[in-house]
T-cell receptor, first 110, second 108 residues
Framework: EADIYQTPRYLVIGTGKKITLECSQT?????MYWYQQDPGMELHLIHY???????EKGDLSSESTVSRIRTEHFPLTLESARPSHTSQYLCASSEYGGYTFGSGTRLTVV | EDQVTQSPEALRLQEGESSSLNCSYT??????LFWYRQDPGKGPEFLFT???AGEEKEKERLKATLTKKESFLHITAPKPEDSATYLC?????????FGAGTTVTVRA
């Protein structure tokens, strides 16, 4: 049973559109993360949050933005999607070192 | 900068043929070494966390070990349902740094 939920699972969208990827967790974890993963490649951290009103950029430069208004919710927004944004986006939360991942959103920008 | 290197990239096994996956790492201030399993189109699923050299953990046909420079994931008598990509990651103060993974295919 998943404790961290990502929607949508799959998204195909045209260039220039604004999109928001949703991530919610029911475990009460303070720390949440967004990773980006291309096929056959390692996960790269693009954003993280240590709690409400806390957001930081990760190691991989990303044109996306995030917000953390509620503990359980950590949405990621792309203001203007481009084909280079095509990838899998994985959300995770953690407490005391244990990371739980969502099922991911596979984004295709055409 | 933290680095995680996994080998081999791909491993094809016959059912029952035991093998090992390697994860070499360099990290400043290791807070833990993690093993995850990832099935196609899904998020990583947690398997083990190891914290100190000499530590070992087991779960069904999987056993993870840790030294100061590398970790091994041993798969004993694998079954087709063990086919997946196995990811290694190291934790420092604020994030997990992942390797590219080893894709294991077990044939019946």
């Amino acid at each position: 049973e998943a404790d961290i939920y990502q929607t949508p699972r799959y998204l195909v969208i045209g260039t220039g559109k604004k999109i928001t990827l949703e991530c919610s967790q029911t475990m009460g974890h303070d720390k949440m993360y967004w990773y980006q993963q291309d096929p056959g490649m390692e996960l790269h951290l693009i954003h993280y949050s240590y709690g409400v009103n806390s957001t930081e950029k990760g190691d991989l430069s990303s044109e996306s933005t995030v917000s953390r208004i509620r503990t359980e919710h950590f949405p990621l927004t792309l203001e203007s999607a481009r084909p280079s944004h095509t990838s899998q986006y994985l959300c995770a939360s953690s407490e005391y070192g244990g990371y739980t991942f969502g099922s991911g959103t596979r984004l295709t920008v055409v | 900068e933290d680095q995680v290197t996994q080998s081999p990239e791909a491993l094809r096994l016959q059912e029952g043929e035991s093998s090992s996956l390697n994860c070499s790492y360099t990290v400043s201030g290791l807070r833990g070494l993690f093993w995850y399993r990832q099935d196609p189109g899904k998020g990583p699923e947690f398997l083990f966390t190891l914290y100190s050299a000499g530590e070992e953990k087991e779960k069904e046909r999987l056993k993870a070990t840790l030294t100061k420079k590398e970790s091994f994931l041993h798969i004993t008598a694998p079954k087709p349902e063990d086919s997946a990509t196995y990811l290694c990651a190291v934790s420092n103060d604020y994030k997990l740094s992942f390797g590219a993974g080893t894709t294991v295919t077990v044939r019946a």
